[in-house]
């Protein structure tokens, strides 16, 4: 941020703003945890009251000093399993004592701050691990549903279904297919109808449904049951076995902090995604697992469940408008007004209902868009190991079982090498397929020595690793073959990592080739000394093939979707048209992302202009007007060939294009040279020389230019709109944005007006 930004005096107070649109998503997320936290409680089999209590604290605590503005946290289907088998095991009060050792230990994690960490698990075992979980409840509440009881295994549940089925309860199985039938069609329900109707939760539509059905029918089924709070059952002393006690808090701790976190990601990609709201910080997740840590040591105190960061309750409260954090302490305050005056009418609801709604969520955990997604990444295996172990042996034995399985895929990976020598016309080819390590250095050296001396020879990488060692086995051998006559090439996947070599004898890959290597595929460079005239058609035709055979799968399904969609930038990035700036890198930014246009020079012409070029008002009407973008960035950069020609007459004829092009940045010059502006400067130090001087004068000139385009002006009018200044100075590889655009274009005298100043990015 700028240094002169003010701060607030010392002792001001912070004024307390709720806005509307909090209020609003705050109502909408309690209407989805209501009935969620006590279809959870009736899971674990906990009281219902505790579900109740956890989502009360964790919409206060964990929403008041989480990390992430807008998650949720509450019961959460992930740790019913969990809960439950402690329950079954230790019993109510000491389940409660565990929840609250698990926070402190969210909270020491936290202090060494390793939630990074956590996000290293493999996709493919948490979605195991949540799949494997959505098993186990969905076969439990199945019990329910069709009204019986469930029994503590997934086994025993699958045994003794087909007789829960010969002894079916009509009342109990009527209340949960209403539940299920509104849960699935209420989304679907059209017309404009549909639409206000929508805007009730589907889970609070369905038990709703059923709860209404039940009362006027007058059926006799169980229903939920809340006891007085002065009877609330609160912690107790842990009793049990210590290593159990130590093994079930880990297992909370784990569970717990890797679904908070990884839903805090969600949440943030999903807040980021949305064009028309304000933009909210992004989440601290080290915080974010402190709150988590704070929110299970109360609410376990308070005999409530563990609490976790919900998916579903964070997604809707993004998509229903929230801005801050104040949404989600207002769901907890909802929830505690509700559990106090709406006793009456809980009581109302029958418990298959209930059951019915939980069954549906354990069924949805086992996505199918994650089964594609892990079969797709070559880790079924793992996805399938984990799910198994989970639903058999449990959450802590089957992640463990996942780890090591993962372990296992990724060394099998590594020392899977396959190593093949033949010979074609005359040349022998030595193929590696696969990573390159020590482990794979004696069936290289074998298959190298198959090569006799003084013929051609090509080694083929196809991989995307070489470790020191094999790189050592390949230039002995090459200084070798090349010595003794031979010649010999090595080539990958982006085409040849040498140029030929030949029996020179004296020299071999690292010192002839040094610039060469595995990690500078990306370059635009050639190391062959000689240039033909085919070079350039071979480069682009092995740039092609490379792009086709490794990145087009990777972007395809990205690429597929902006082509459905069409495209949707929210900003326009003008630049110069100098090929060592790389918009993309610099900016972190993907396809769809930016609406760039490039010129010589970042030059914005003045509408009318003489010698006016209208592509680039084009692009800005169209960007502006058509496209909708939030922002305009111009971005200049040192060492412009640009700018030295306008400070050097450029060469050619007077009335040659880049001549009449430069015109447009003669403002610039007398910006420059005029004392009636401040020069614009970098944060630290003044511009090296008048070349940068005027880069940096040029992209203040350029916005005012933007001011200009009626397109531009309307939309800062509007407040839609915002321009940005940019700088990236490509020796230091250090992008620096502009101080103060507010300010720039104001024309009071030069010893009132602010210095405009350039300060570094922090990506840069």
């Given at each position: 941020m700028p240094a002169d930004v003010p701060s607030r005096p010392h002792g001001a107070r912070r004024r307390f703003h709720l806005a509307g649109a909090d209020v609003s998503a705050s109502i909408s997320v309690f209407l989805i945890a209501l009935p969620l936290s006590l279809g959870i409680a009736l899971a674990t089999g906990a009281p219902l009251q505790a579900g109740l209590v956890a989502a009360a604290i964790g919409g206060l605590v964990a929403g008041r000093f989480g990390g992430s503005p807008l998650q949720v946290s509450g019961p959460a289907a992930g740790l019913t399993v969990v809960t439950a088998d402690l329950i079954q095991q230790y019993g109510w009060r000491t389940t409660c004592a565990i929840t609250v050792m698990a926070g402190l230990a969210q909270l020491g994690l936290a202090y060494l701050r390793v939630a990074r960490s956590a996000l290293a698990v493999s996709p493919a075992i948490v979605h195991g691990m949540l799949a494997g979980i959505g098993i186990t409840i969905a076969v439990a509440q199945l019990h329910?549903?069709?009204?019986?009881?469930?029994?503590?295994?997934?086994?025993?549940?699958?045994?003794?279904?087909?007789?829960?089925?010969?002894?079916?309860?009509?009342?109990?199985?009527?209340?949960?297919?209403?539940?299920?039938?509104?849960?699935?069609?209420?989304?679907?329900?059209?017309?404009?109808?549909?639409?206000?109707?929508?805007?009730?939760?589907?889970?609070?539509?369905?038990?709703?449904?059923?709860?209404?059905?039940?009362?006027?029918?007058?059926?006799?089924?169980?229903?939920?049951?809340?006891?007085?709070?002065?009877?609330?059952?609160?912690?107790?002393?842990?009793?049990?076995?210590?290593?159990?006690?130590?093994?079930?808090?880990l297992t909370i701790t784990l569970v717990g902090s890797v679904e908070s976190l990884l839903s805090a990601v969600a949440t943030d990609k999903l807040a980021s995604s949305r064009r028309d709201a304000m933009p909210v910080p992004r989440a601290d997740l080290d915080k974010e697992l402190r709150g988590q840590g704070l929110a299970n040591i109360a609410s376990g105190a308070l005999g409530g469940l563990p609490v976790t960061g919900v998916a579903v309750r964070s997604t809707a409260n993004v998509r229903?408008?929230?801005?801050?954090?104040?949404?989600?302490?207002?769901?907890?305050?909802?929830?505690?007004?509700?559990?106090?005056?709406?006793?009456?009418?809980?009581?109302?609801?029958?418990?298959?209902?209930?059951?019915?709604?939980?069954?549906?969520?354990?069924?949805q955990m086992v996505s199918i868009n994650h089964i594609r997604t892990v079969t797709r990444h070559r880790e079924v295996l793992v996805y399938a190991v984990t799910t198994v172990g989970v639903v058999f042996l449990g959450v802590l034995e089957g992640v463990a079982i996942g780890v090591a399985v993962a372990v296992g895929v990724a060394l099998h990976r590594l020392a899977r090498?396959?190593?093949?020598?033949?010979?074609?016309?005359?040349?022998?080819?030595?193929?590696?397929?696969g990573q390159l390590t020590f482990l794979a250095v004696p069936r290289l050296s074998r298959a190298l020595h198959q090569v006799p001396h003084g013929t051609d020879a090509v080694v083929e990488l196809d991989g995307s690793f070489m470790d020191h060692a094999a790189y050592e086995t390949l230039q002995d051998w090459q200084d070798s073959h090349t010595a003794r006559g031979g010649k010999s090439e090595l080539t990958g996947r982006s085409g040849p990592l040498t140029a030929p070599t030949h029996g020179k004898g004296k020299r071999g890959v690292a010192e002839e080739h040094s610039c060469c290597g595995p990690w500078t595929p990306w370059r635009n460079h050639s190391c062959a000394p000689e240039r033909t005239e085919l070079q350039g058609t071979r480069q682009l035709a092995s740039g092609i093939s490379a792009f086709q055979r490794n990145t087009a799968p990777l972007v395809r399904s990205e690429l597929a979707r902006l082509a459905r969609e069409g495209q949707r930038p929210q900003q326009l990035f003008l630049t110069c048209a100098d090929s060592r700036l790389v918009t993309s890198m610099i900016t972190?930014?993907?396809?769809?992302?930016?609406?760039?246009?490039?010129?010589?020079?970042?030059?914005?012409?003045?509408?009318?202009?003489?010698?006016?070029?209208?592509?680039?008002?084009?692009?800005?009407?169209?960007?502006?007007?058509?496209?909708?973008?939030?922002?305009?960035?111009?971005?200049?950069?040192?060492?412009?060939?640009?700018?030295?020609?306008?400070?050097?007459?450029?060469?050619?004829?007077?009335?040659?294009?880049?001549?009449r092009w430069l015109r447009h940045g003669r403002p610039s010059l007398e910006r420059m040279a005029g004392a009636e502006h401040a020069w614009a400067r970098l944060a630290g130090r003044q511009p090296a020389d008048a070349v940068e001087q005027l880069c940096l004068t040029n992209v203040v000139q350029q916005l005012a230019h933007l001011r200009e385009h009626p397109a531009v002006a309307r939309g800062i009018?509007?407040?839609?709109?915002?321009?940005?200044?940019?700088?990236?100075?490509?020796?230091?590889a250090q992008a620096y944005l502009l101080a103060e655009p507010e300010r720039l274009f104001d024309r009071v005298a030069a010893v009132e007006a602010p210095s405009p100043q350039a300060v570094p990015t922090t990506a840069g």
């Open positions: 329910i549903v069709l009204g019986g009881s469930p029994h503590s295994s997934v086994v025993d549940n699958v045994r003794d279904l087909p007789r829960q089925l010969a002894d079916l309860h009509p009342a109990a199985l009527s209340m949960s297919a209403i539940t299920l039938v509104v849960l699935i069609a209420w989304p679907r329900i059209p017309t404009r109808a549909g639409e206000l109707l929508r805007k009730v939760p589907a889970a609070l539509a369905a038990v709703a449904a059923a709860t209404a059905v039940a009362a006027f029918a007058g059926l006799s089924l169980p229903r939920v049951d809340l006891p007085s709070w002065s009877n609330h059952a609160l912690v107790g002393l842990p009793e049990g076995p210590v290593l159990g006690l130590i093994a079930a808090v229903a408008g929230a801005v801050s954090r104040n949404s989600a302490m207002l769901h907890g305050l909802w929830v505690i007004i509700a559990a106090l005056l709406l006793v009456p009418v809980l009581d109302l609801i029958p418990l298959a209902a209930l059951a019915a709604l939980v069954m549906a969520i354990g069924v090498t396959r190593i093949t020598h033949e010979e074609r016309e005359g040349v022998h080819h030595v193929r590696v397929r972190s930014s993907g396809p769809g992302d930016l609406f760039v246009v490039r010129n010589v020079g970042n030059l914005v012409p003045l509408p009318g202009a003489e010698s006016g070029d209208d592509s680039v008002a084009a692009a800005i009407e169209y960007a502006v007007d058509v496209l909708e973008v939030q922002s305009i960035t111009v971005c200049g950069h040192s060492g412009c060939g640009a700018m030295q020609a306008l400070l050097n007459a450029p060469p050619g004829p007077a009335d040659s294009p880049l001549r009018a509007e407040g839609r709109l915002e321009l940005h200044g940019m700088y990236f100075h490509v020796g230091e």
